[in-house]
């Protein structure tokens, strides 16, 4: 059974968002929606400093909670752990949206959610998703976890350390960000001015 | 210093119309609650409650679609072709089309009473309970705890019994003030647990208090209230049915933070 | 310039015009670039009566046209229309309109729809298929030859959502006290032509 | 005019000459109009069939290979492409957004000529035919050519385009003021260093023998922020090989976040740290002795001259710790040749960026990676025979990112260019070339072409500039968008964008040389014209045919690729023919060719010809100016989704990075009462003020400057998307140094006040601004 995961390696990543705009443009994301996007926390003080470049985008999780919530049931997982939605079904009530712990879905002007799916058109044709294809630093990995030889395994094994995001949800994450460059692993997220509700 | 490209979808997803739709969900479900009593006890009045209930739900999912950016797609449809009894909506929708139906045969005074008493009894009760219950599902949320599966149910038959008041109905001036006191301790219970709960519950009631707390007390004193208004009826009412929908509206707009701290 | 069309098996446009047909056709007529036929019909007068006969067809008061100023016509159009270091008061565009992108959805739905009625651009047109000038004028050919039920359609559900949104930000810009009344004109007649079955 | 039209509406029928009928109608059902909720959902491109045609990028100067994917008559992606030693299948997010411009409503679209009687800056055109334009400009250059001669008309050009109007065309038409920004105002001072250091050129894409080197040292390299994408691959796998990283840098740049080491240097006092760091090499007999013996010439004199610059006298100047800097040159000592310092790309910084990066090659020198793994590699574009056409009158003058230019002959019936004799180098520098059109000194410049150049924020001194325009007989900008500077044009000729064009191959000097090749993905929309049509239509309106006798692209590409056995079709199908590159001093030392071009054939540490000129034969530490109390240094850098000034109505890319934002160092900003996400105006000496510009208060900066990225803040509302956001740096750059030797314009002296509570501009988001959209 195929289990589609991916990892970033922080320690490469330099939060330059080609992972995003490859993203945006492959998959028509309108303006003003991301399905992916980048954060960069600057942790310490002068000159004892930390940048920690992460990019964020669902996490297509274990037991994602934003599919028992949808009330018509057009999300769902694929067999292969892709966490997708049937936009024809989808009656824009925001349930998963309120649902997913990562803010990794979006609505659509067009009134439905749009979010990550791996790019599954790409997969089918045996390429890799737009954001790993394109990164220049090389720091995504892709591939079938229970595969001990696909590219993300060997990135996960081979890491000084693994981390997830909001672990305590209990989601199980499928986004595994090695060698988080700050000590105590992934910076906490700093609720910073810009993202006061409504200054978007 | 935190620098972003691109941004994650953490604006509010829920609009003011949202706050419309709690308010009469509310009185919608709270109104099958009373029919269900009307209709089981055969209550003289159970054909007009039930032309209310009807008029209400109708009412709410108006609302419903008005708010919805996927108005003009009609998809709503799928609500009522898919069996999904883990989510919290569908579960609503359903109850409110099964009062809905159960209230025009009462309505039209047609068929087995008890029958429809029994589709009320579900259908009521999913009404009651979902709009709390679509809240707390939500855990990654601190700030709608698990006690709105009470809380807003309470409310929601305040508003109703405060409609029934100012529409001069017997039964109701005996209920408005315990259930306001109802609704009230629960609300104090509801800070108290937020306050003294996991760390992320505590960073959340910080939040509500930095962005209504003041107001969100006001609302459980206006719940409170009652039990001082016994002599003017209609403040009587008025007053528990301001402060139930103050309490409602404040957790459904504030609750939508979410906080990624760990 | 305009299409030639001489098929032998035409049959004579409709007897009686109504207005969409007039109006479309002035649309036509003073979106395209202010060149010597739309400078002709306004200095000979014609443009004027054609806004007075559509003022009567459906009792929008015509607006008072500037005297002719081929110059300020010229440069006015290009600020709103062509490249403004504004940035475009209005890219008329009915796909951008619609869509806030070029070519989108909209531009390839009107080309559908224009494709279905018969009806292409000329090869030597330098501008995209859903320029407001060269679908109004597509929306003249197919009132002139029994489909004046396509030319309204084609009035209401692409031509008036372009003059929704961008009516006022012309009227607003405007320096040539030609576009900005004619617009706000034009844009009254389209709401009332279209009253009749507004999208 | 056949139409039939009917006698009650005489107009003369829709003067557009669109649309065509060709066949009968069938009747709109109405059914399909109401939403059915059980429709799926409408194709995406990627579900029908999918066109690829090869080109290279051109939303930077880096140009990676690409796969355009076009689908139903429009570019829906580009994605770099394996066989490309540029892209290797890769892209950075600029690749990524650029066909966004190729669709924004914004975009210039047909010739356009100022109206008569409107001053320069009104923005008043009118359309006219390519033909009524090309003749109005030939009409005016003839005037001005009979009036003050051939140079009198000053030719800029940037892009690939560039060759034509900033070489070609100036030296058919006789004029040696041709120039690239890329020169005087980017590499000018590296490629002149490095021409009297080791008699060639740095090639355009910083030759570093990145997968071969394990000690790295950036100064000034804003590596991750400016994602050039191949260097960004190199020095992420670099990273990940386990190379040590050391940088430089006022500011904790994200090159700085990655680093074993960060140096937060003074600014200004990069040069000293160099010399200290030759000091340690020197005097603790740590350099390559055989590598110095066998290639250079003058290290004795250094051996005397590096010994005052002592790590504790570097130590007092750059405020880095002694004890940092003795351990940084071991360090380096200990992983030579494989410890390498890169030469950074823009460095006209503080006016003597020659001599400093003299310097910062001579530590390469003395650990001896110069020409061997790990360190700087030879590489020489490859070589493609030029179409058949008689000589030009005059030598191309203006130079590029790669190489210095050659003289203009002695015996050339041309006058030298106007910036001959102000600087020591042979380059040509725009920003010089702007003083005669205000004094006419040494002879008038009356007419101007600007080649996507972006006069308003490139150049330096922005309000003299215009001052200048005003002066002009005739210019003429080519552009894809209306920029502040293209709306002061008398004629604007709109390009076509990169999508929709042939250019000239990209010969594209490299480890491995190769050529790559651009092939219009859909035809030009509008009234737009390729680069080289322009070029050729004016040429030949000039009398200047002869030099352009090929008939289209396709004739002028397949020529010349026949030279080498290839034919556009081949590279039509590959996009990128590769070469064998000989790298290293190893593969020349077997032919016993020597690459140096200096007159003694060695690395000179000591130049004669600078020390005959009167310049420091070996690099000195000359004190730059400091910013007065209350002011701060300006600083510029890059964003990653933006290239200088003209992404900025970019939807996609705006919508990654809106605005930028002022860093200023935590103390100062609590000293100021600024708190972050306040905004804040930016006032230099000479009284600009720029803003409202949103503060970024952060740890990541000295306390002594702040820093803002490039290319934001366009003044007189450009473009929707773009007007008024974030501050202008060019703006605040109201004086530069002059570079003595290399005649770049060192931009970093001029210092900024930060003015508090300035009002809150609260822009629109960019989804607003591009379609108002129903509220959601």
Redesign the interface.
Known sequence: MTRYAMSI?L??C?????C???C?????V???N?RLWIRNT?V????N???E?RPEQCLHCENPPCVPVCPTGCCYVTDDGIVDID??QCIACGACIAACPYDARS?H?DGYVTKCNFCR?RLEEGKLP?CV???????RSFGDLDDPNSAVSIAIREADRVDVLRPEQGTGPNLYYLNA?SSFGLTSNIW???HEEGA? | ?V?W??LPWSQHFW?WPTLFHFAFVALAGGMAFVTMVATLRDHPRKRTYALITMGLIVLDLFTLWVES?AR???????LFLAFTPTSPIWIGAWGLITSMVASFFVWLDRGPRQVWGALLVIGSSLALVYPGLALSVNVNRPIWSMILIVLFPLTGMVTVTALAMLFKQAWAKAFITPLSLASAGIGVLYLWGLATGVPEAQQGFAYLWSHGGPLFLVGLALLVAPAFLRRTPLLAALVPFVGATVVRSLIVEIGQHQFFGF | ??????PADARP?TAQ?DATD?LL??I??TY??P????L??LRSG??AA?LV?LADATGVPAPTLPPVDA?AL??S???LF???????AA?P?LG?AQ?????G?TA?AIGR??K???????D?????PD?V??V???G???AR?E?P??AR?LLARWVRPWFD?YASSVADRDGSGFYGPLTTFLHATIREVTRGNG? | ????R?E?????????????????????SLLD?I?N??????P????GDVETVYSYCENCFWKCGIEVKVA???V?????YATNPKSR?????????A??QT????????P?IR????ERGD?????ASWDEALDYIAEKMFAIRDEHGPESVAWFGHGSGDKWFASYLPGAWGSPNAAKPSVSLCTGPRETASQYTFGRGISGHEQIDWSETNYIVLIGHH???D?H?TQ??D???A??RGAKLVVADPR?S?AA??AND?L?VKPGTDTALLLAWMHVLVTEELYDAAYVEQYTLGFDRLVEHVQPYTPEWAAEITEIPADTIRRIAREMAEHAPRAVIPVSRHVVWYGNDTQRNRALYLVNVLLGNYGKPGGYYFCDAPGVDAYPAPDLPLAPSSGGCGGSTTDVEADSPFRDSVDRGLFYGSATAVQEMIPPMLTGEPYPIKGLFSYGVNLFHSIPKVDYTKEALKQLDLYVAIDVL?M?H??WADV?L?EATYLERYDDLLLQSYKTPFIAGRFPAIEA???TKPGWWIAKELGEKLGLGEYFPWEDMEDYLDTRLRTIGSDLEELRQQGTIVRRGRPYFADYERFNRNPLGTPSGKIEIYSERFADAGFDPMPTYEPTEQPPAGSYRLLYGRS??HTFARTHNN???M???GENEVWI??KEAERLGV???DYVYLENDAGVREGPVKA?????I?HDCVYIVHGFGHK?????LA?GRGASDTALQSSYTLDPISGGAGLRNNFVRVVADAPNPNHP????L?????P?
């Open positions: 390696d320690s490469a330099v939060g330059c968002s080609a995003s705009v490859a945006t443009m492959e998959n028509d309108p303006v003003g991301h600057t310490g003080t002068f000159p400093l930390t940048v470049f936009e024809h609505m002007p058109h737009a294809e394109t990164c220049p630093t090389l720091c460059p910073d001015v810009k978007h | 210093m620098e490209y691109g609009h950016p003009w797609r009609f998809t709503h449809v799928w | 310039m305009i299409a030639d069309r001489t446009p015009p007039a056709q002035t036509a007529a395209a670039s060149r010597d036929p739309l002709d019909d014609r443009f054609a006969a110059t010229q440069a159009y290009v600020d062509v490249s403004s270091g504004d940035g475009l890219p565009y951008y869509d806030g992108e070029l070519l959805d390839e729809f224009l279905d009625e018969g009806i292409g651009t000329h030597d047109w330098t501008d995209l320029h000038a060269a109004a004028e597509a003249v050919l197919l030859h489909r039920h396509a359609d949104r999208s | 005019m056949g139409m039939d009917r009650f509406l005489k107009l003369s029928a829709a003067s557009v000459g669109a649309a065509t009928v060709a066949g009968q109608a069938s009747a709109q109009r939403p909720p059980f429709a799926p959902m409408p995406q491109w990627f579900d139903g008559g429009k829906r992606k580009v994605d770099g299948g890769m892209l950075c997010p600029r690749g990524q957004g066909p966004t669709y924004d409503p914004d975009r210039l679209k047909r356009l109206v008569e009687g409107t923005g008043q055109y009118r359309e590596i991750g922020e994602t994408n960004l691959q020095f992420a796998l990273l990940k904790f994200t976040a990655k960060w937060p209306p502040e293209v709306m604007i709109p929309m509008y009234d990653p989704v939807a996609v890319l919508d990654q990075h160092a935590t708190a972050n996400g970024a208060v952060t740890e990541r000295r007189a509302p450009l473009m929707r007007n988001p960019i989804k607003d591009v379609a108002d959209r129903s959601v």
